[in-house]
């Protein structure tokens, strides 16, 4: 899975849901207002249903994401569930009708764009995730920007069932793209495992050091403890006399304070 194909299936998903929101802005009077003989007012509240199902889909399937490690089947569902909705939409003879094939497009709208965003979050670190995010919006603004121009001509050309259609078929190709990739948990988590042999090494490294400056430590400490023999022994025949003192610590101690040569030796290092 390379991040790249990642960032594509992202983008793309988010492109397919800002459409969906705008799609509808051309012909929804025609359908409210003249078929359904509604008030003006039914508009805003259809679009509402859109905004609250991507409000509670959202941070739901995003909890669901992180805590038990998927990214594949929520985002799978949302695809799903997003051409679904499209076809239920077309097919609505009544304003409830509407109303909930609205709410359902929002609620997949939701999981399809918080697990794109976690899926650009999983494989991009550090500044490459800025200008990976930033991508991923350009779908978001392209699909603002030409939702309702293109609602307004394929709407006249088909109808909305072709609406439902072209929906559809993004959806379905997205959802290849999201089949043929890789969970990106386990791109992931090789990362972190190759991270986590370079944090061990180091590790040992640094024990190893740390080792040798003890080793170098305590080497300095028994040539010095020699050089001070040496000295003494230099300094008073009792010792060369008596090798066996050596191994003593208070009677080494003793000549060395009654010795003025050893005592001056020390002083001068």
């Not at 764009?113 to 990976?132: K, T």
Request: hydrophobic share 50%; aromatic share 8%; proline share 3%.
């Amino acid at each position: 899975s390379k991040p790249a194909a990642v960032l594509i299936v992202s983008t793309v998903a988010v492109f397919a849901d800002t459409v969906v929101y705008g799609l509808i802005v051309p012909f929804l009077p025609e359908i409210l207002q003249d078929r359904l003989g509604m008030s003006s007012s039914s508009n805003g509240l259809l679009f509402g249903c859109f905004g609250l199902g991507v409000l509670i889909g959202a941070p739901v399937s995003a909890y669901i994401s992180d805590r038990w490690k998927l990214r594949k089947w929520p985002m799978i569902i949302g695809l799903l569930g997003l051409g679904a909705t499209s076809a239920l939409f077309a097919l609505s003879n009544a304003y409830w009708e509407l109303i909930v094939a609205r709410f359902a497009q929002g609620l997949s709208s939701g999981i399809t764009w918080a697990i794109g965003l976690g899926m650009i979050a999983d494989v991009y670190q550090g500044e490459d995730m800025g200008w990976a995010m930033g991508i991923a919006f350009s779908g978001f603004t392209l699909g603002y920007l030409g939702g309702p121009v293109l609602g307004g001509v394929i709407y006249k050309a088909g109808g909305v069932h072709a609406i439902a259609i072209f929906v559809g078929a993004i959806a379905g190709l997205d959802l290849v793209f999201r089949l043929m990739l890789v969970e990106p948990k386990d791109v992931n988590l090789a990362s972190s495992s190759r991270v986590g042999s370079s944090a061990d090494l180091e590790l040992c490294q640094s024990e190893k050091l740390l080792q040798s400056d003890s080793a170098s430590a305590h080497l300095g400490d028994q040539l010095t403890k020699q050089q001070v023999i040496l000295q003494a022994m230099e300094s008073s025949p009792a010792l060369i006399s008596s090798p066996a003192a050596l191994g003593k610590s208070e009677s080494l101690h003793t000549i060395m304070e009654s010795d003025t040569r050893c005592i001056q030796n020390q002083q001068q290092q």
